[in-house]
């Protein structure tokens, strides 16, 4: 199977998020950026596919040179080859744009299916898995908790996390799974692996390269504009009950019930 | 001259960190409490490759440099000292088994000790002989193929839980050090068995026991090197041992300055987080100093051995400045803290304990001092 | 161009979502002020009854797409009718719940008609030339961002539980019609084998209006059942703090922030837990936040209305009963 996973570098989920200078985004400074969490089922699944049908798997992530660590991670985790997508043209491209860049390279490859986290853990969309299967034609299966993938027979079943419930669907491949928690358990990148991730292709590819012009892309391109970013108000410091516990506990109930009327 | 990690090394220690943060860091507590050896998390290491880290691949291990060893060790004895420890040991007995071992001792034992299929340990220490190590009394006596050791090891890490021991005894009652050599011993061969266990104060999650030989029978191909190298052995393994050690020392030491500057940002006193209290602020900033300090000798040492350079004072200075840094800065961390510190509720606590031994396993600071004192007065003027 | 606010209703089982009365409340609050018609979607099979109630929440009309293949959802049915639809009444903003079934389809039907779509809003507005801007939270909440929608239909999706429902008023009629639907073999490329519910427990995190968790404090998995029956006699959804599942006390669908479930109830009670970064951002936005920790410099008692400084183990059975006894009373 050819495999494609797209994956995002972000902030590390202990971030202290602070609103950089121009009021847009945020304060890159002493960020430690990761392999977005939801990629890492992506990773995961596509090797584990690998590992019981046989085929390649091949990570693709659109950013500037930093991410080119994160596309090593993969490599380590077991990927064999990595893509990465970075012309100046690409910044601060939306969802949609972001994925439109991505199709373009993922049409120059043959694939029988792509994984993407179901979001990234920066703007929290949830979009790119959807748009990237639009502009690609094929169906998708989003938050998947489970799959199952017949080759052969070019069919998958998904299990989908919706509310309260498990939604279970079938489809052909090729198609986009979005994946999610519970889908799997993402291996750690054993040492050896790590050494060897260095030897394995990683291809950048710019704006030309994918056939895109600079109106279609980043800024230019994008249907969705951020305006502006703010820290949401601190919540004031509240009241502090000490003492007896059965005090306390009929003075919060009171309190819970006449001053904040939710129970 | 500037310290810059490779890559491969910075993904070894982003990698190690991140396993080592949610797979250790949240059970070490429990562990720490109810002594229970991390028997899972070890076979998790195992996969990843911590176990051998410096064992080439043809025998198992990840074919890794003593830099990664030292920034893998500081990212696991953060989240738990107690397996930092189990870990180190395991490395260290690699390292004799490949340096000195036959072709068949290599397949039979290092391959699977690298690979983490089962753990090691070393059996130098006795109750009578620690930093004297030379004065040991437990004997071999070699008797129709068979060495038959009689005598008691002590603080054996590990102890219950390692199926393979590298042990020295004397061959050569005469003949001083160099009449000890270095034994093979398995678990589980005649007259082997395993005494007391420790209740230590500290590395609670890592046994330490007795070793008891009543004439235990080792195979004779089971003697690791020639008869009478033992000393040099162990005393080689030492030295990479004291770097595993230094870096065990500045991880527990980032543990506590960790710990120490999340509580002083968010306790309040007289209207203000302690944080903004010159006395507070002077001490992280020696805390975070001593750290940087040992943590760059400690990579130096590393970097020395990996070029096969001499290494051995630099790997004493390491261990004698990280051990007894980690010390001051797991006191200053816990003073920090308050009342609190001394609760179980914060792992400060925990470090504090864990701390005391650096400065007294694999060997003491003040045979450190000897080692280094010897080879700088011994320096040519 | 009808130039109309949309709504795109959400039900299952014919049964219409609460969402969609917090979108039609705030579908009509635009139209009103744009001054022009407030005009809902409504899909499936069967449904064609709902049409009417639409119309008391305040919708002057409803298109209702009733067919056997949108009985049940699925992203290629919805996008498709949805598509042609938008194609031929032009609508100026058409807002979707952001829900798992509509943050599955919007992006679909965005790209096919090249709207601009902002996701999980949590405050709209229009700027002086009517144009919508859409306030939404990014980082799980730990940053908020204003965006611009620059290409036409506007199109946003809902967060639920933030917008205020609309009333119902049943002399508040809605013209209803008809929208022919037609699907080609094999159009749908996915197919609907099975739904399992229950899933995740009995109330669902996400959609609780109280949630009690628990942290680290407790001490072990074995002491979570006093976080349980506090939230057994609240009918509260149970949550955890992501240290208590890494240490797999608990199982992941249970953990309550960033990479877990972002959740914004009325009430959220914290237990033993100290208020990691990660964990606010999964649970900072909810009205009232109670915590109970031993530790008075807990980051937890930061950011809630109302702290209790004590040992879970003492507090917790005590609170459970002064609630058992309030709601005897009530």
Same mark, same amino acid.
């Not at chain 2, 059970?27 to 064992?55: N, Y």
């Not at chain 2, 595993?244 to 209207?271: H, M, N, P, W």
């Not at chain 3, 509509?102 to 096919?112: E, L």
């Given at each position: 199977?050819?495999?494609?996973?797209?994956?995002?570098?972000?902030?590390?989920?202990?971030?202290?998020?602070?609103?950089?200078? #121009?009021?847009?985004?945020? #304060?890159?400074?002493?960020?430690?950026?990761?392999?977005?969490?939801?990629?890492?089922?992506?990773?995961?699944?596509?090797?584990?596919?690998?590992?019981?049908?046989?085929?390649?798997?091949?990570?693709?992530?659109?950013? $500037?040179?930093?991410?080119?660590?994160?596309?090593?991670?993969?490599?380590?985790?077991?990927?064999?080859?990595?893509?990465?997508?970075? #012309?100046?043209?690409?910044?601060?491209?939306?969802?949609?744009?972001?994925? *439109?860049?991505?199709?373009?390279?993922?049409?120059?490859?043959?694939?029988?299916?792509?994984?993407?986290?179901?979001?990234?853990?920066?703007?929290?969309?949830?979009?790119? $898995?959807?748009?990237? @299967?639009?502009?690609?034609?094929?169906?998708?299966?989003?938050?998947?908790?489970?799959?199952?993938? #017949?080759?052969? @027979?070019?069919?998958?079943?998904?299990?989908?996390?919706?509310?309260?419930?498990?939604?279970?669907?079938?489809?052909?491949?090729?198609?986009?799974?979005?994946?999610?928690?519970?889908?799997?358990? $993402?291996?750690?990148?054993? *040492?050896?692996?790590?050494?060897?991730?260095?030897?394995?292709?990683?291809?950048?590819?710019?704006?030309?390269?994918?056939?895109?012009?600079?109106?279609?892309?980043?800024?230019?391109?994008?249907?969705?504009?951020? *305006?502006?970013?703010?820290?949401?108000?601190?919540?004031?410091?509240?009241?502090?009950?000490?003492?007896? $516990?059965?005090?306390?506990?009929?003075?919060?109930?009171?309190?819970?019930?006449?001053?904040?009327?939710?129970? | 001259?500037?310290?810059?990690?490779?890559?491969?090394?910075?993904?070894?220690?982003?990698?190690?960190?991140?396993?080592?943060?949610?797979?250790?860091?949240?059970?070490?507590?429990?562990?720490?409490?109810?002594?229970?050896?991390?028997?899972?998390?070890? &076979?998790?290491?195992?996969?990843?490759?911590?176990?051998?880290?410096?064992?080439?691949?043809?025998?198992?291990?990840?074919?890794?440099?003593?830099?990664? /060893?030292?920034?893998?060790?500081?990212?696991?004895?953060?989240?738990?000292?107690?397996?930092?420890?189990?870990?180190?040991?395991?490395?260290?007995?690699?390292?004799?088994?490949?340096?000195?071992?036959?072709?068949?001792?290599?397949?039979?034992?290092?391959?699977?000790?690298?690979?983490?299929?089962?753990?090691?340990?070393?059996?130098?220490?006795?109750?009578?002989?620690?930093?004297?190590?030379?004065?040991?009394k437990t004997s071999a006596l070699l008797k129709d193929n068979f060495y038959i050791l009689n005598g008691t090891k002590m603080f054996i890490t590990s102890g219950s839980h390692a199926k393979v021991f590298i042990t020295t005894a004397v061959t050569d009652k005469a003949a001083r050090h160099h009449g000890i050599s270095a034994f093979i011993v398995e678990k589980g061969m005649p007259g082997f068995s395993i005494g007391k266990i420790e209740d230590k104060m500290g590395l609670r999650a890592s046994d330490t026991t007795e070793l008891i030989f009543e004439n235990c029978r080792v195979p004779s191909e089971n003697l690791l090197g020639k008869e009478g190298e033992g000393f040099k052995i162990m005393m080689a393994a030492l030295d990479g041992g004291r770097?595993?050690?230094? &870096?065990?020392?500045?991880?527990?030491?980032?543990?506590?300055?960790?710990?120490?500057?999340?509580?002083?940002?968010?306790?309040?006193?007289?209207?203000?987080?302690?944080?903004?209290?010159?006395?507070?602020?002077?001490?992280?900033?020696?805390?975070?100093?001593?750290?940087?300090?040992?943590?760059?000798?400690?990579?130096?040492?590393?970097?020395?051995?990996?070029?096969?350079?001499?290494?051995?004072?630099?790997?004493?200075?390491?261990?004698?400045?990280? &051990?007894?840094?980690?010390?001051?800065?797991?006191?200053?961390?816990?003073?920090?803290?308050?009342? /609190?510190?001394?609760?179980?509720?914060?792992?400060?606590?925990?470090? /504090?304990?864990?701390?005391?031994?650096?400065?007294? /396993?694999?060997?003491? &600071?003040?045979?450190?001092?000897?080692?280094?004192?010897?080879?700088?007065?011994?320096?040519?003027? | !161009?009808?130039?109309?606010?949309?709504?795109?209703? %959400?039900?299952?089982?014919?049964?219409?979502?609460?969402?969609?009365?917090?979108?039609?409340?705030?579908?009509?609050?635009?139209?009103?002020?744009?001054?022009?018609?407030?005009?809902?979607?409504?899909?499936?099979?069967?449904?064609?009854?709902?049409?009417?109630?639409?119309?008391?929440?305040?919708?002057?009309?409803?298109?209702?797409?009733?067919? %056997?293949?949108?009985?049940?959802?699925?992203?290629?049915?919805?996008?498709?009718?949805?598509?042609?639809?938008?194609?031929?009444?032009?609508?100026?903003?058409?807002?979707?719940?952001?829900?798992?079934?509509?943050?599955?389809?919007?992006?679909?039907?965005?790209?096919?008609?090249?709207?601009?779509?902002?996701?999980?809003?949590?405050?709209?507005?229009?700027?002086?030339?009517?144009?919508?801007?859409?306030?939404?939270?990014?980082y799980a909440g730990k940053a908020l961002v204003w965006e611009a929608i620059l290409t036409r239909p506007q199109m946003a999706s809902l967060r639920p539980n933030v917008f205020r429902p609309a009333r119902r008023d049943e002399s508040h009629k809605a013209e209803v019609e008809k929208v022919p639907v037609e699907f080609a073999p094999g159009e749908i490329r996915t197919t609907v084998k099975e739904i399992i519910k229950g899933a995740t427990g009995k109330v669902g995190l996400t959609e609780a209006s109280i949630v009690v968790s628990g942290g680290r404090g407790l001490k072990g998995p074995e002491n979570f059942y006093l976080v349980e029956n506090l939230a057994e006699v609240l009918g509260a959804a149970v949550g955890a703090s992501r240290a208590v599942?890494?240490?797999?006390?608990?199982?992941?669908?249970?953990?309550?922030?960033?990479?877990?479930?972002?959740?914004?109830?009325?009430?959220?009670?914290?237990?033993?837990?100290?208020?990691?970064?990660?964990?606010?951002?999964? !649970?900072?936005?909810?009205?009232?936040?109670?915590?109970?920790?031993?530790?008075?410099?807990?980051?937890?008692?930061?950011?809630?209305?109302?702290?209790?400084?004590?040992?879970?183990? %003492?507090?917790?059975?005590?609170?459970?009963?002064?609630?058992?006894?309030?709601?005897?009373?009530?």
């Amino acid at each position: 199977m050819n495999i494609i996973v797209c994956i995002k570098q972000v902030p590390d989920t202990t971030t202290k998020v602070r609103v950089g200078k #121009d009021g847009k985004h945020i #304060d890159p400074g002493g960020v430690k950026f990761i392999v977005n969490t939801y990629d890492d089922f992506a990773v995961e699944e596509a090797i584990r596919l690998k590992e019981r049908f046989g085929g390649e798997v091949t990570v693709i992530s659109m950013g $500037p040179e930093r991410v080119k660590e994160a596309l090593r991670m993969c490599l380590a985790m077991g990927a064999d080859k990595a893509i990465q997508l970075w #012309d100046p043209a690409f910044e601060d491209s939306d969802p949609y744009t972001t994925a *439109l860049i991505l199709s373009k390279a993922i049409q120059q490859l043959p694939y029988d299916i792509i994984f993407c986290g179901k979001q990234a853990i920066d703007r929290d969309t949830m979009s790119v $898995p959807v748009y990237l @299967a639009e502009l690609l034609g094929l169906p998708q299966a989003t938050l998947v908790v489970k799959l199952e993938v #017949d080759p052969n @027979a070019r069919k998958f079943i998904a299990y989908r996390d919706i509310e309260g419930a498990k939604e279970v669907i079938e489809g052909l491949l090729p198609a986009v799974i979005s994946t999610q928690w519970k889908l799997n358990e $993402p291996r750690y990148p054993t *040492l050896p692996n790590i050494m060897k991730a260095k030897k394995k292709e990683l291809k950048e590819l710019n704006a030309a390269a994918l056939g895109l012009d600079s109106a279609q892309v980043g800024e230019k391109g994008s249907r969705v504009k951020v *305006l502006s970013m703010e820290l949401p108000p601190p919540r004031s410091k509240g009241k502090i009950l000490k003492g007896d $516990p059965r005090e306390v506990c009929r003075e919060l109930v009171r309190l819970l019930r006449e001053e904040a009327k939710v129970i | 001259m500037t310290f810059q990690l490779t890559e491969e090394q910075r993904m070894i220690q982003m990698t190690v960190r991140e396993f080592a943060r949610k797979e250790i860091e949240p059970i070490a507590g429990k562990w720490d409490r109810e002594s229970l050896f991390p028997e899972e998390t070890i &076979s998790k290491m195992a996969e990843m490759g911590l176990l051998g880290m410096m064992v080439p691949s043809e025998y198992g291990g990840a074919g890794l440099d003593t830099v990664s /060893y030292s920034l893998a060790m500081q990212e696991i004895a953060y989240a738990c000292a107690s397996t930092s420890v189990i870990m180190g040991v395991n490395n260290l007995v690699c390292e004799p088994l490949l340096k000195f071992g036959t072709e068949a001792q290599k397949q039979k034992y290092l391959v699977p000790l690298a690979q983490g299929k089962f753990i090691g340990s070393f059996a130098l220490t006795e109750p009578g002989a620690g930093s004297d190590a030379a004065n040991q009394k437990t004997s071999a006596l070699l008797k129709d193929n068979f060495y038959i050791l009689n005598g008691t090891k002590m603080f054996i890490t590990s102890g219950s839980h390692a199926k393979v021991f590298i042990t020295t005894a004397v061959t050569d009652k005469a003949a001083r050090h160099h009449g000890i050599s270095a034994f093979i011993v398995e678990k589980g061969m005649p007259g082997f068995s395993i005494g007391k266990i420790e209740d230590k104060m500290g590395l609670r999650a890592s046994d330490t026991t007795e070793l008891i030989f009543e004439n235990c029978r080792v195979p004779s191909e089971n003697l690791l090197g020639k008869e009478g190298e033992g000393f040099k052995i162990m005393m080689a393994a030492l030295d990479g041992g004291r770097i595993g050690i230094a &870096s065990q020392s500045v991880g527990i030491a980032q543990a506590c300055l960790d710990a120490a500057t999340r509580y002083a940002k968010k306790r309040e006193a007289f209207g203000q987080p302690i944080a903004e209290f010159q006395g507070i602020r002077w001490m992280i900033a020696d805390m975070a100093t001593e750290i940087e300090a040992a943590r760059l000798l400690t990579l130096q040492a590393a970097l020395l051995k990996d070029r096969g350079l001499p290494f051995t004072k630099e790997a004493s200075m390491a261990k004698l400045f990280a &051990s007894e840094m980690v010390n001051r800065v797991a006191y200053k961390a816990l003073q920090i803290h308050g009342g /609190y510190g001394y609760l179980k509720d914060f792992p400060v606590e925990r470090y /504090y304990r864990d701390a005391r031994v650096t400065t007294i /396993y694999e060997g003491t &600071s003040e045979i450190q001092r000897n080692v280094i004192a010897k080879l700088v007065l011994s320096t040519e003027d | !161009m009808s130039g109309n606010i949309w709504v795109i209703a %959400e039900q299952r089982e014919s049964e219409l979502k609460k969402v969609t009365y917090e979108l039609i409340g705030e579908g009509r609050r635009l139209a009103d002020e744009v001054g022009s018609k407030l005009e809902v979607v409504l899909l499936g099979k069967n449904i064609t009854h709902l049409a009417e109630s639409i119309g008391f929440y305040g919708a002057d009309k409803v298109f209702v797409a009733d067919h %056997e293949a949108l009985e049940k959802y699925t992203t290629d049915g919805y996008a498709k009718v949805i598509t042609n639809l938008i194609k031929a009444q032009q609508p100026a903003i058409v807002l979707f719940a952001a829900t798992t079934m509509g943050r599955d389809f919007a992006p679909r039907v965005a790209a096919r008609v090249g709207a601009g779509l902002s996701v999980d809003c949590i405050e709209l507005k229009l700027d002086e030339n009517k144009s919508l801007l859409c306030k939404r939270p990014v980082y799980a909440g730990k940053a908020l961002v204003w965006e611009a929608i620059l290409t036409r239909p506007q199109m946003a999706s809902l967060r639920p539980n933030v917008f205020r429902p609309a009333r119902r008023d049943e002399s508040h009629k809605a013209e209803v019609e008809k929208v022919p639907v037609e699907f080609a073999p094999g159009e749908i490329r996915t197919t609907v084998k099975e739904i399992i519910k229950g899933a995740t427990g009995k109330v669902g995190l996400t959609e609780a209006s109280i949630v009690v968790s628990g942290g680290r404090g407790l001490k072990g998995p074995e002491n979570f059942y006093l976080v349980e029956n506090l939230a057994e006699v609240l009918g509260a959804a149970v949550g955890a703090s992501r240290a208590v599942v890494d240490a797999g006390w608990k199982e992941h669908a249970y953990q309550v922030g960033q990479t877990g479930k972002v959740v914004t109830p009325n009430l959220y009670i914290a237990c033993g837990i100290s208020g990691a970064i990660q964990h606010l951002a999964g !649970m900072g936005s909810s009205k009232y936040i109670v915590a109970i920790n031993k530790d008075p410099d807990a980051n937890i008692f930061n950011v809630c209305n109302y702290g209790i400084v004590g040992d879970v183990f %003492e507090i917790l059975p005590i609170l459970t009963e002064e609630f058992k006894k309030l709601l005897a009373e009530s």
